[in-house]
Structure formats: C-alpha cells, structure tokens
C-alpha cells in the first residue's frame, strides 16, 4: 500500500506509534472478552480524544473504558 499511496516519513511515524497502542488495547480487550461469562461478542470502540482511549461494550450493555 505504501507503494501505492506514498507517505511522509512524520505521517509513517505517526502511524506506527499509533499502532503500537491499539495493539495494547486489542490484547486488553481480549482478556476481558474472555473474562466475560456470556461470551456474546465484544465492541471495542477506539478513541483519539477524550478520557479513555477504547471503550469495552459488554454483554447486557455494561462498558469499560481504557485510559491509557
């Protein structure tokens, strides 16, 4: 894709940065899928700005947020 759609070295560095955290999140949010007793599927919703950088959607509606 970089190929394709070449990026600044900045925006790349920005990027992966970026990615590094949402991997963070993604395993936290694993645990906590597993952790859930009626194992319905779980929403993660990512955040840039705010108090929290995800938040956690559980079964019956209950949420977590995740500050960083």
């Known amino acids: 894709m970089l190929l394709i759609y070449p990026v600044s070295k900045q925006w790349f560095k920005l990027v992966a940065e970026r990615l590094d955290a949402v ?18 599927p779980l929403r993660v ?4 700005q705010g108090p929290y950088d995800a938040l956690l959607t559980l079964s019956g509606g209950r949420s977590i947020g995740v500050p960083r």
């Open 23 to 40: 991997a963070v999140l993604y395993c936290r949010a694993t645990l906590v899928a597993q952790a859930d007793p009626e194992q319905p």
């Open 45 to 48: 919703d990512l955040y840039r």
